[in-house]
């Protein structure tokens, strides 16, 4: 079993829909999660930062950890064809050595 | 602000032969990652320095995997001799400070064994 579980679409909305990204992880240690963004031959982006459990929002993102159930998800609001990407999940333990593991990714691709 | 610099962007090689690849992180970074990204997949880290010297190299296959960074800046990974499964996206990042951590990330060199 991997220890973070990611659906890897593809994922194919309209513009302008709701989209939810999600991932599963099994070790319970982890306490930082983020959401990185990979465009087609690029270096993944940093999107939202979470520490522990909670929502975070920043513009049309909106970030949220429930560590009971080891689930994080990635709610892209209005979504637009430049939003057309891989979506990867990262998290990584409270320590200072701050290496990531990251998800497979989610292709995800928006209808103009 | 200048971004994590890679060369070269893409590489063919056969197999058995040896390649390098180079990561010139954003300036004043201290931690520098290389990480493996097969297709389809998520990044794997295979080494993490802190300036020059090494924190974690628990994932690198160090019967043909090495890596350096002299003088505490750019960094070298090398691969010798390189295995078919060796193609893939190989990234280097760097550590900066935003609220808890970002690390950014070069844009990768595509490496295809033959």
């Known amino acids: 079993q991997k220890e973070v579980e990611q659906d890897p679409g593809p994922l194919s909305v309209p513009e302008g829909a709701i989209v939810s990204l999600n991932c599963t992880y099994s070790?319970?240690?982890?306490?930082?999660f983020m959401w990185y963004r990979q465009y087609s031959r690029k270096g993944p982006e940093l999107l939202m930062y979470?520490?522990?459990?909670g929502n975070k929002e920043d513009g049309r993102f909106t970030a949220q950890v429930d560590k009971s159930s080891k689930y994080i998800s990635l709610f892209i609001r209005d979504s637009q064809p430049s939003d057309s990407a891989t979506y990867l999940c990262a998290m990584r333990l409270d320590t200072g050595r701050r290496a990531l593991t990251f998800g497979s990714g989610t292709r995800l691709q928006v209808q103009p | 602000e200048a971004g994590v610099a890679q060369s070269p962007r893409y590489k063919i090689i056969e197999k058995r032969q040896s390649v390098a690849f180079w990561c010139n992180p954003i300036s004043g970074h201290a931690t520098l990652y290389w990480y493996q990204q097969i297709l389809g997949q998520g990044p794997k880290l295979l080494i993490q320095?802190?300036?020059?010297?090494?924190?974690?190299d628990s994932q690198l296959p160090k019967d043909r995997f090495s890596a350096e960074r002299l003088k505490g800046v750019d960094s070298t990974l090398k691969i010798q001799p390189a295995k078919l499964e060796d193609s893939a996206v190989y990234l280097c990042a760097s550590l900066g400070v935003r609220g808890g951590d970002t690390q950014y990330f070069g844009p990768g060199t595509r490496l295809t064994v033959l």
């Open positions: 979470t520490y522990s459990s």
């Open positions: 320095f802190q300036n020059n010297g090494v924190v974690d």
């Open positions: 070790n319970s240690a982890f306490q930082y």
